[in-house]
């Protein structure tokens, strides 16, 4: 018999993936678990998606209902939810506590239905898509869900070390998590270089986890209101900690090198420059062995020029750097890597793209003021695994640990002083970009298309018909050497000489595409990377200027105080200015990518026609003496 459940409060849906629901409304559920309170189901109209878990009551026909089912007594719902519901906890955790990763549930305003249940299954951190439940982009490519690929490309079946990783770590800080660190030990108040930043307030702006049930105010009371926290606990806006940070909930300790400073530029918000630019090459790709020949490889040898010493590094390597970068910087566009390949990783054509996609991703990660100075690149750009493995092992394990993510991470953000921002403005040009993402995304799409198919003609057709074309003309050449007369010999071997050059002709089209085509196809690859980051880019900033507008409604109302609305707005403009700041970095390395690999493709065809006329030449030149 399938899963039943009866509405017990109405809900509308506001999110992707979910579905309204009405009062005494009979839905059937795809399944009883609850992904961090919410179920998966299809409502009386047809319509499949999510829904808090808290607001259906499962039924549980044909089992005998126990007498009193429902009273204050009755069994929990649930089975994590223990007998007899939530007790409140404590107001304040003890300085130690940690919440783990993704603890934090979405708050239902005190009229609504009891706080959702905070159990996670297996599979929990998945958006809904359609009709089942599917990885989201910001889990696979970046954000605070984001883990290390575990293909069967490139050696990640063998362990980093024998030793236990900070994943494997008991309270281990997770990018979901944000502690509040006051009286903590990590270097405490006084600390040399560290500096508290805290945007939380007395603004009651939703329990942590669902660990206090909401604050009651007097009513008309200017502070009873509140912003309220997404229900959909599965978008990026929540996953990357910006929600935490709008409301107020974040508190951590940055260090000088940790602050990253958006100034304004001639063109608006953009990264600092970093003051010590470099640029980093690979080169010799080179098979190498482990475990007595049992395991391969292949290393690339890295030398950036800031420190003219080269380290080698496997595919892992950077596919571990890359996790960490998208999970650290949220409204930071990481590139994506080449993508991986279960077979054929020893092939020279294969090893050769990749080495060529790595070049380009170096080149973006170098050219990023954020990216190019954070601790955990630079390890990987100086210290020598190889020689070294302790050290590489102490870096890794801090970059692991890094506590300035989330949430934390928008704390480390400093914006231009005094510098407000117009958000009609702002929203205006976010959106401008969102519309400019969509239209550059088609059309690369379509020119990689183009291009592909082009450069497939002319490896097999092009080559195939110029190929035929000379075959005829040598054809031609055997049927006159028939009429033995010695006048006619030059003719003979000129038309066969013309054969012979329809033959290279064909030769260097099937060559060509390597030196101009795949070029320009690489490059398209790596910024069909960059267009798929920003969707959630944009969302996390959509979803500050939502909160700013919600506090600014409560304002007109009377129901919140101005100072705490404008709290809002200013961690939002926070946010506002790294966006903008990174919107500016992308159309900047557009216009210098696109200009230097449009240059190098016109120059490779105008190298490749001049070709192809030195050999139409040297043919019409041979019957100059017939």
């Not at 009979?26 to 919410?38: A, M, P, T």
């Not at 109209?45 to 089912?69: K, N, T, W």
């Not at 989330?406 to 510098?419: E, I, K, Q, R």
């Not at 099937?510 to 790596?526: G, I, N, S």
């Amino acid at each position: 018999m399938a899963l039943r459940a009866r509405a017990l409060y109405d809900f509308r849906s506001e999110n992707p993936g979910e579905i309204s629901l009405r009062e005494h409304e009979v839905l059937s559920l795809c399944s009883e678990q609850d992904i961090e309170g919410w179920l998966e189901g299809i409502n009386s109209r047809g319509d499949r998606g999510l829904f808090p878990a808290s607001y259906v009551q499962v039924i549980r026909a044909p089992e005998p209902v126990p007498a009193g089912d429902g009273g204050p007594g009755a069994p929990a719902r649930y089975a994590n939810v223990p007998p007899g519901g939530f007790e409140p906890l404590p107001a304040a955790p003890p300085a130690s506590f940690k919440p783990p990763p993704d603890a934090f549930q979405p708050l239902l305003q005190a009229q609504q239905a009891p706080p959702a249940s905070t159990f996670q299954p297996p599979g929990a951190g998945f958006s809904y898509g359609g009709s089942a439940l599917q990885p989201s982009p910001q889990q696979l490519y970046g954000g605070g869900g984001y883990q290390a690929s575990q293909g069967s490309d490139d050696d990640w079946d063998d362990e980093w070390d024998d030793s236990s990783t900070v994943a494997d770590e008991p309270g281990a800080l997770g990018s979901g998590a944000y502690p509040d660190l006051d009286g903590s030990s990590s270097g405490g108040v006084g600390a040399a270089g560290r500096y508290r930043l805290s945007t939380r307030s007395d603004l009651s702006l939703g329990s942590r986890g669902g660990s206090a049930p909401p604050q009651h105010h007097p009513s008309g009371a200017k502070s009873s209101a509140t912003v309220s926290r997404n229900l959909n606990r599965f978008s990026t806006f929540v996953k990357s900690g910006g929600e935490a940070f709008v409301l107020g909930e974040a508190s951590g300790f940055v260090k000088d090198g940790d602050k990253l400073c958006v100034v304004l530029g001639p063109y608006g918000p953009e990264w600092q420059e970093n003051p010590y630019p470099f640029q980093c090459t690979i080169d010799d790709p080179t098979k190498q062995t482990k475990f007595k020949g049992m395991k391969s490889y292949i290393s690339y040898k890295l030398v950036p020029t800031h420190t003219q010493l080269p380290v080698h590094r496997r595919y892992k390597h950077f596919d571990w750097l890359y996790a960490r970068l998208a999970e650290k910087f949220p409204v930071i566009s990481v590139p994506h890597l080449p993508e991986k390949q279960a077979t054929g990783r020893f092939e020279e054509d294969f090893i050769s793209k990749r080495r060529k996609g790595l070049i380009w991703w170096m080149n973006h990660m170098a050219s990023h003021p954020v990216l190019a100075q954070c601790d955990v690149f630079q390890h990987f750009l100086t210290c020598p695994s190889s020689t070294d493995e302790k050290a590489w092992k102490q870096g890794k394990r801090k970059a692991e640990k890094d506590e300035m993510v989330g949430a934390n991470f928008f704390l480390t953000l400093s914006t231009p002083p005094a510098a407000a921002l117009d958000l009609q403005e702002v929203e205006s040009k976010i959106e401008g970009f969102k519309c400019f993402t969509k239209k550059m995304d088609d059309s690369a799409l379509q020119l990689n298309h183009t291009a592909n198919e082009f450069a497939r003609k002319q490896v097999t057709g092009f080559k195939k018909e110029y190929q035929r074309v000379g075959q005829s003309f040598r054809g031609l050449s055997q049927a006159f050497e028939l009429d033995q007369q010695a006048f006619s010999a030059g003719l003979n071997q000129a038309i066969a000489f013309t054969g012979d050059a329809y033959d290279a002709i064909g030769e260097l089209f099937a060559e060509q595409p390597r030196q101009d085509l795949d070029p320009v196809m690489d490059l398209l690859a790596l910024y069909q990377g960059h267009l798929a980051n920003f969707p959630d880019i944009i969302h996390v900033q959509k979803g500050a200027l939502t909160k700013v507008k919600e506090s600014r409604r409560h304002v007109e109302e009377g129901k919140m105080e101005v100072q705490k609305a404008d709290g809002i707005q200013d961690r939002c403009n926070t946010i506002s200015f790294a966006t903008l700041a990174e919107i500016h970095h992308f159309h900047q390395i557009r216009v210098r990518d696109f200009k230097s690999q449009m240059q190098h493709f016109l120059q490779q065809q105008i190298i490749f026609f001049q070709k192809v006329t030195q050999k139409l030449e040297e043919a019409l030149h041979k019957y100059d003496s017939v």
